[in-house]
């Protein structure tokens, strides 16, 4: 069983659901998108007052300071650059491959975890990477994950307790067959 969820870390891409190449246009059409989706009053008048959710305050607030740093081509080139910058300086506990991660199919998503020394797991599940971009296929007992931009790609996963993390490296044509487990 996985203990915790949300195991990476958002950017602003992800946020506003676009790949870290994307134009202006595109940047603006799915923060429109986003925004008009997430908006408070919007939300507010389709749930009872008493039912507000917190968390769609905070996806708001999310979205329009992902819009404000991309929006502009100095403060995205900055971000940019930190974003870089923070993937090659990660301290990471180790690197990953797809073949060191354990699979389990709970029927709706996979989950994919890898234990850390503390006990707990590093781990991320299908949806997680399709929100990242990175579509997951099955074909019997065979895993393969496909990058968004068929290069090879990699992110950071946190420990669900500690404050270990993990690099998980993804080659674009990396395919894992799976024991009976699943």
Not at 25 to 33: D, F, L, T, V
Not at 72 to 101: C, F, H, K
Not at 150 to 165: M, N
Request: charged share 25%; proline share 3%.
């Amino acid at each position: 069983m996985l203990l915790y969820k949300n195991s990476f870390e958002q950017t602003y891409y992800d946020i506003l659901s676009v790949k870290e190449d994307a134009s202006y246009e595109e940047i603006r059409g799915c923060y429109r998108s986003a925004i008009l989706n997430s908006h408070p009053d919007k939300l507010q008048k389709t749930t009872e007052a008493s039912n507000t959710d917190p968390e769609s305050g905070d996806r708001f607030l999310k979205i329009q300071k992902a819009w404000e740093t991309l929006s502009d081509p100095r403060s995205r080139a900055v971000y940019d650059s930190g974003l870089r910058t923070s993937r090659q300086d990660t301290a990471t506990a180790e690197d990953l491959s797809l073949e060191d991660m354990t699979i389990e199919d709970d029927g709706n998503v996979l989950e994919l975890f890898y234990q850390c020394r503390c006990g707990d797991y590093f781990s991320v599940d299908s949806s997680e990477l399709g929100e990242m971009g990175y579509a997951v296929f099955r074909d019997g007992s065979k895993i393969s994950l496909q990058t968004p931009d068929a290069l090879p790609a990699s992110f950071i996963l946190p420990c669900g307790s500690c404050s270990l993390k993990v690099r998980l490296l993804i080659n674009a044509d990396t395919a894992v067959v799976v024991s009976d487990n699943l």
